[in-house]
């Protein structure tokens, strides 16, 4: 299968770049983060200063200024001094633990809001983003994103970009220290660092495209997981256990390759850089030692140097595992500011107007589309619903029939012509304001989990946010021919319907979905196949009280079962893109064309003329 992330998001360049940018709102908490870890990384590396002073003090070297100057208060001698660094060394340590402390609170806590800014913020952008967005991107690969990626970013905010920050004051107050104390012992026992770094680098972007690799495959795993879950009813009816099996287990296979991949290269890196701290740790200690042996140096700056050089090389040794998290979060964070980037295909114009209370006169005007794969759906289409009028949508499978209900609720732009509500085309309006005014009832019902009470109030409470009372809810319900079934459940209308809907069967859900559309009381009503899996005595029943569902409003009614239309106002039959027929079911019957033919087949009178 194609990258399906090519057509549909933009691709981002300095990914870590755009992280740090996105920080820029909370730059002041990772300004002290980054400070107060600078400041315990400081205190974690006096202790090879604490032993060369206390060396210094047992063999009578000469002490620096400022800690002769503390020990004074303790008394002459050497017990006083010692003591003195004793105090001295609890200073230092507690001083290194209150600073981790903050430092770990600070980018922890700084972290999880990141993550949790980052999170809504995609999933804001994911819900701006047009309808093609989400029927050619995978279900697995967006969930990926909004979660795997941006708990990958977490993850380096709250131990990888420590790491660095830590590691850089590490290498420059060390560094300076040995310099200062003996710039030629220090060249010899940082001059594996050079090496160390370059090797960094160049590991880096060798991981880079692995790493890029590793979170392409597991969206298709996780991907792959959803769907096979969600289908789970399918694969027992259909005994395709072993065939799906399999499946899971190859894009799981391709999932271990990958960080196989990486993990092969990532672990030589920590071994190849020992040998190279080994040469730098050695040549000062043999150095040092030659040079203390001939009084060149006093044996307390050998102490400080053995273990200051071990401080600053060994550490480097996590430069791999912090490379790898670098190279992981980079790949993450390509893949969230490549959502966060990309506009949507379909948005507001930007002196879009508003549509308040619709009168419900929706006009077609010869309207072209394609769904970009050479195909034309739609080829000059024109038709006009007056206010209040319900009109029915025949024809053949492929005709067009879903694509108008799309195109009118913009969910695709037009690729020619205009859709107008009230003389308003739908391009020039707001989205929210048009949808509003629509409410919709799909073939394809969609149940969230919860009440059956909180999915028919659905479609009024996600709009203004305040659920209705009972009464409306149960009159929804008694037009859409559900307050029966409801009634005779224990927990009648706080029945849980499940993830989905799985508890109810088709039909009724798809009742539901019809009282749901009744209660948002949207001046132009929607009906896409609502029938399609009721069963027929309920189908007749909704037949009859068609006129009563679409009270005061104007009705759309797309239906494969033609006597769910009947009784419309007018019929529009559609073929090839366009109306070919119209009129009421009896006169289109008369005229024995498409719609008479495809009425024969339904009855039962396949072979009438």
């Not at 730098?280 to 043999?286: D, H, I």
């Not at 012509?417 to 009230?422: F, T, W």
Request: with cysteine; proline share 3%.
């Amino acid at each position: 299968m194609a990258d399906d992330t090519l057509p549909l998001l933009e691709p981002v360049e300095r990914p870590m770049r755009r992280l740090f940018a996105y920080l820029r709102p909370d730059r002041r908490r990772l300004a002290f983060a980054i400070a107060t870890s600078a400041t315990n990384k400081i205190f974690d590396l006096m202790p090879p200063f604490l032993v060369a002073w206390f060396v210094a003090i047992a063999a009578g070297d000469h002490l620096p200024a400022a800690v002769s100057a503390f020990a004074r208060p303790f008394g002459e001698g050497t017990t006083p001094q010692f003591v003195a660094m004793g105090v001295l060394a609890v200073l230092i340590f507690g001083g290194e633990s209150f600073f981790q402390w903050l430092y770990d609170r600070a980018f922890k806590t700084l972290a999880q809001d990141i993550q949790h800014r980052l999170r809504v913020d995609a999933y804001a952008q994911m819900q701006e983003r047009e309808l093609r967005f989400f029927e050619e991107h995978r279900l697995g690969r967006t969930l990926s994103m909004l979660n795997d990626d941006v708990n990958q970013l977490e993850r380096f905010l709250n131990t990888g970009f420590n790491d660095i920050v830590q590691l850089i004051v590490l290498i420059l107050f060390a560094g300076t220290s040995l310099l200062v104390s003996s710039w030629q012992l220090a060249l010899v026992g940082l001059a594996p660092v050079p090496l160390i770094v370059w090797g960094s680098i160049r590991f880096s972007k060798l991981l880079e495209p692995r790493y890029a690799r590793v979170r392409s495959v597991v969206g298709d795993l996780v991907a792959r997981l959803e769907n096979n879950i969600a289908g789970m009813l399918v694969i027992k009816s259909f005994t395709a256990e072993t065939a799906e099996r399999a499946r899971v287990e190859a894009a799981s296979d391709a999932y271990r390759v990958a960080n196989h991949e990486a993990i092969i290269l990532s672990t030589a890196f920590i071994p190849l850089i020992r040998m190279a701290i080994s040469l730098g740790f050695a040549g000062c200690l043999v150095l040092g030692g030659i040079w203390a042996v001939e009084g060149r140096i006093e044996a307390s700056l050998l102490v400080l140097f053995g273990m200051m050089i071990q401080r600053i090389l060994w550490p480097m040794t996590r430069l791999g595992t912090t490379f790898d998290e670098y190279q992981r979060a980079a790949a993450s964070a390509a893949r969230i500011f490549s959502l966060l980037d990309t506009e949507p295909r379909v948005q507001d114009a930007a002196d879009a107007e508003s549509l308040v209370d619709a009168r419900g006169d929706v006009a077609f005007d010869d309207v072209h589309f394609d769904y970009g794969q050479g195909e034309r759906v739609l080829s000059g289409l024109s038709f006009r619903v007056a206010p209040g009028e319900t009109v029915g949508i025949a024809g053949p499978t492929g005709a067009g029939k879903s694509t108008l209900i799309k195109l009118l609720l913009r969910l695709y732009d037009v690729t020619g012509g205009g859709i107008l509500i009230d003389g308003h085309d739908v391009r020039a309006l707001r989205q929210r304001d048009l949808r509003r005014n629509i409410a919709v009832v799909t073939q394809d019902v969609y149940l969230f989990h919860g009440t059956i009470r909180e999915n028919i109030a659905y479609g009024q409470g996600a709009r203004d946010g305040t659920l209705p009372d009972a009464d409306a809810v149960e009159h929804a319900a008694r037009v859409a021919h559900l307050h029966e079934f409801v009634a005779s459940l224990p927990a009648g209308y706080e029945t849980i319907v499940g993830e989905r809907g799985i508890k109810l069967s088709g039909g009724q859900r798809q009742r539901l979905s019809i009282a749901r559309a009744i209660l948002k009381r949207a001046p132009i009503l929607v009906l896409d196949e609502a029938t399609s899996s009721v069963d027929t005595e309920t189908e007749r029943e909704i037949q009859e009280n068609l006129a009563r569902i679409t009270e005061g409003c104007t009705a759309i009614v797309v239906a494969h079962r033609l006597s769910t239309i009947r009784r419309a106002d007018r019929i529009l039959v559609l073929n090839e893109g366009r109306v070919t027929e119209e009129g009421r079911h009896d006169e289109l019957i008369a005229q024995g064309g498409l719609y008479a033919d495809l009425w024969n087949v339904q009855s039962g009178n396949a072979g009438a003329s």
